[in-house]
């Protein structure tokens, strides 16, 4: 059974950065996707990034491109998301998510089946 344990939110001044941080455990395959889905107060859930353990192969959301960047350490299988120049409109809880198999990342990121419990990020003067 896929666990998904992330950390690293918190609260952070409007251009600051973050990390967020998922342990993954409990695959039964070298080749998934994993990634960050969050959800902003009152909005839908947005696929921000993903990552292909099998190619390396990204994703990013348009309004993320050249500030957040996505990394995978295969020792433990965590992966981090560095966020930078963040925006109060980014405000959100940020899940951790995963789909087990061989996918382009851009294609599956915003459709992940299993999810952690998820790190609530605040960016606010």
């Known amino acids: 059974q896929v666990k998904l344990v992330e950390s690293g939110g918190g609260s952070v001044q409007p251009g600051g950065s973050l990390r967020l941080s998922c342990a993954a455990s409990g695959f039964t395959s070298d080749d998934y996707v994993i990634g960050w889905i969050r959800q902003a107060p009152g909005k839908g859930l947005e696929g921000v990034s993903c990552?292909?353990?099998?190619?390396?192969?990204?994703y990013y959301a348009d309004s993320v491109k050249g500030r957040f960047t996505i990394s995978r350490a295969v020792a433990g299988n965590t992966v981090l998301l560095q966020m930078d120049s963040l925006k109060v409109e980014e405000t959100a809880v940020y899940y951790c998510?995963?789909?087990?198999?061989?996918?382009?990342?851009?294609?599956?990121?915003?459709?992940?089946?299993?999810w952690g419990q998820g790190t609530l990020v605040t960016v606010s003067s």
């Open positions: 990552i292909s353990t099998r190619d390396g192969s990204t």
């Open positions: 998510a995963v789909t087990e198999g061989d996918y382009d990342p851009s294609v599956v990121c915003n459709h992940l089946d299993t």
